[in-house]
């Protein structure tokens, strides 16, 4: 069975940061391209960023430009998402979502991905 799992996720001040981390269980993340999204209550899933299962190219939305930073482990089976500088409006659910998509591209749009994590929530607040 193919399974997604986030974890990291927590309470952290404006100007702090947390690291999300998406383990595989299942199946090898590195034939699968990988995003990470958010939903904050009442409004639309967001893409934020996505890492290529080739060449390790990165997308990210510009609201999380130069904060966010997208990585893979292919190791320990994980991607990870390095979240620095956060703000109150960064605030949501974050899932990370994968496809087999062997391109050195990806992209950040929730229909493009097949496989979904449950959900890990951030909430930036003094």
């Known amino acids: 069975q193919l399974q997604l799992v986030e974890s990291g996720g927590g309470l952290v001040q404006p100007g702090g940061s947390l690291r999300l981390s998406c383990a595989a269980s299942?199946?090898?993340?590195?034939?699968?391209?990988i995003g990470w999204f958010r939903q904050a209550p009442g409004k639309e899933r967001e893409g934020i960023s996505c890492?290529?299962?080739?060449?390790?190219?990165?997308i990210y939305a510009d609201s999380v430009k130069g904060r966010f930073t997208i990585s893979r482990d292919n190791a320990k089976n994980t991607v990870s998402l390095q979240m620095n500088s956060l703000k109150p409006e960064d605030t949501a659910v974050y899932y990370c979502?994968?496809?087999?998509?062997?391109?050195?591209?990806?992209?950040?749009?929730?229909?493009?991905?097949?496989?979904w994590g449950q959900g890990a929530q951030v909430t930036v607040s003094s």
């Open positions: 299942g199946f090898t993340l590195d034939s699968y391209a």
């Open positions: 890492i290529s299962s080739i060449g390790g190219n990165t």
């Open positions: 979502a994968a496809v087999a998509l062997g391109f050195r591209r990806c992209l950040i749009s929730p229909g493009t991905y097949r496989y």
